[in-house]
């Protein structure tokens, strides 16, 4: 069983739908990251955080360290939100080590 | 600041050659590592750096050396490329000691035929 798994693999919705994916993990964390990759394109960091809340414009993330889970939203979600979305936490046991999710590919449609 | 720069974008080799793939940072991290992404997987982690002068194994390092003789530079060389190698390579940097952002390179995809 992979330490960081993200649902769902594969999400595709309509332009302005309310998008939630999901990364649960099984390690205590000192800090988890949400990244998103543009099709052909580089790697650039969301968020970082470690509990609570963080907005910036229409991405919120949460993340409850209890049960060791985090939630990327996209309010009023636009076919330029389409994209590969990562998530990543840093391991309580590892000062640099990154454990990797495999992604999520949204696919927001006109 | 240009953050952290890739060369080449593109690369074709055959198998058995070799060939070094550039990554350099002007952030002044302490912090820097070497990913490879295969279709299907998440990030995997090749060798990193905590400082000049000091690198470390990945999770999956081998046919791949790395030196870090200055902050600024790490570059990632490949032996003898092999077709298992064809991967898109990204080079990451952030500062250390806690939880930092992590800055990405644009990516360098390998084709080994």
């Known amino acids: 069983k992979n330490e960081v798994e993200q649902s769902p693999q594969n999400l595709t919705a309509q332009e302005g739908e309310f998008i939630t994916i999901n990364c649960s993990y099984s390690v205590g964390i000192s800090a988890l990251h949400w990244l998103q990759q543009h099709p052909g394109g580089g790697i650039v960091s969301l968020f970082m955080?470690?509990?609570?809340?963080k907005k910036h414009g229409r991405l919120i993330a949460t993340i409850n360290i209890q049960e060791k889970h985090s939630s990327l939203h996209i309010t009023a979600s636009h076919p330029r939100d389409s994209a590969v979305y990562i998530c990543a936490v840093k391991s309580q046991d590892s000062n640099y080590q990154l454990i990797w999710g495999a992604g999520t590919k949204l696919i927001i449609k006109p | 600041n240009a953050g952290v720069t890739q060369t080449p974008k593109f690369q074709v080799l055959k198998t058995g050659q070799s060939m070094t793939l550039q990554c350099a940072q002007d952030m002044n991290h302490e912090y820097m590592s070497w990913y490879r992404q295969d279709p299907g997987m998440g990030l995997r982690l090749i060798h990193y750096?905590?400082?000049?002068?000091?690198?470390d194994q990945g999770e999956v390092p081998n046919g791949y050396n790395v030196s870090r003789s200055t902050t600024e530079d790490f570059p990632l060389r490949l032996l003898s490329a092999a077709p298992s190698q064809t991967s898109v390579y990204f080079c990451a940097s952030s500062f250390s000691g806690g939880p930092y952002e992590q800055y990405f390179g644009p990516g360098t995809r390998l084709t080994v035929t």
């Open positions: 750096s905590v400082g000049a002068g000091i690198t």
């Open positions: 955080l470690s509990s609570g809340k």
